[in-house]
């Protein structure tokens, strides 16, 4: 996962993620893998992350995530 570039798990870096089919990675502190998910439009997955209603476990999960990755 060395050519994974990591991205501030950040509003403003979601927006620059395009919106084609691919794999996200959520890391924590550590650079542990937290999650990984795939997605048609990477951009309105990763997106849905910083809206309201988030089930207990999801929202932990991103509490705890410092950084994301994508793959497309």
Known sequence: MKNLKLRTKSKAEVKKT?????????????????????ANNLKARLSSYFGQDLAPKTEKMISESTHFAIIE
């Open 18 to 38: 395009p919106e084609s089919p691919g794999v996200y990675l959520f890391f924590g502190r550590d650079k542990e893998v937290l999650y990984i998910g795939k």
